[in-house]
């Protein structure tokens, strides 16, 4: 019923104009590519009201390399909701050098008034808070995978049982799509320097296996309707 109800409540379109134009709040949330994010904030920019609150829901791409494509940029934040939204309570309210305290207790209060539990990133870095934190354990779970330490399904048990995770970093990657942590590795390396994405990601990524929107990953989803055993 609630369900119902909400789903009644959206309005689709796929004209921007007609979304944006009297709209309190817009929040972009296309596939991570910089090039992209910037022509859709261009278009927000003509689009919108110069009063109307601004922000992205990109998992890595802070604010600031969006923000100046818009008048007023200290309208402009985070606010990367964790997939899937119907489930999971966490946004990250991400603030960038130019945006205003206002800007970010309005983001928080809005968070807050669908139910969900905002956490304030109080400046900019690649990655905001909790992707940060499984870019190290994923980065190790390569190390100890290509170290022939253990293999993908041992180190996701272990991750499960030992850290009570409710998946382990192989089963977030192919969650997520492995392309989108490429893509945020490689990013994070141009911006920061460092290695970049692992050579068993990037052979995964050129082969087309980008998790389970592919059918295949880490794990083979074809052949299973459960945790797609390899």
């Keep these: 019923m ?40 261009r278009s927000l920019g003509e689009l919108t009201r110069p009063d109307a609150l601004l922000a992205s829901n990109s998992s890595t791409i802070a604010i ?7 008048p007023n940029p200290e309208r402009c934040c985070n606010m990367h909701f964790f997939h899937p939204v119907t489930v999971l309570q966490l946004c990250e309210v991400a603030r960038g050098p130019k945006t205003s305290d ?24 690649h990655g905001f808070v909790v992707n940060r934190i499984l870019f190290a354990a994923a980065e190790e779970a390569f190390h100890l995978l290509e170290g022939g330490y253990a293999s993908v399904e041992d180190i996701d048990t272990a991750v499960k049982k030992g850290l009570n995770w409710p998946m382990g970093p192989f089963e977030v990657l192919d969650f997520s799509g492995l392309d989108i942590f490429y893509g945020a590795l490689e990013d994070r390396r141009r911006l920061e320097g460092g290695l970049g994405a692992p050579a068993t990601l990037r052979h995964k990524v050129e082969r087309g296996e980008l998790g389970r929107k592919t059918g295949k990953g880490f794990y083979d989803y074809s052949r299973t309707e459960g945790d797609g055993r390899r």
Excluded at 10 to 25: G, Q, R, V, W
Excluded at 64 to 70: K, M, Y
């Design 64 to 70: 600031s390399r969006l923000a100046d494509e818009v």
């Design 102 to 125: 206002e800007t970010v207790l309005a983001a928080m209060d809005f968070v807050r008034s669908i139910n969900r539990v905002p956490v304030l990133i109080k400046k900019e870095v």
């Design 2 to 41: 609630e369900a119902t109800a909400a789903v009644a409540r959206i309005e689709a379109t796929t004209e921007p104009a007609l979304a944006a134009h009297e709209a309190d709040l817009v929040i972009e949330a296309i596939f991570e590519d910089l090039d992209a994010k910037r022509e859709v904030w």
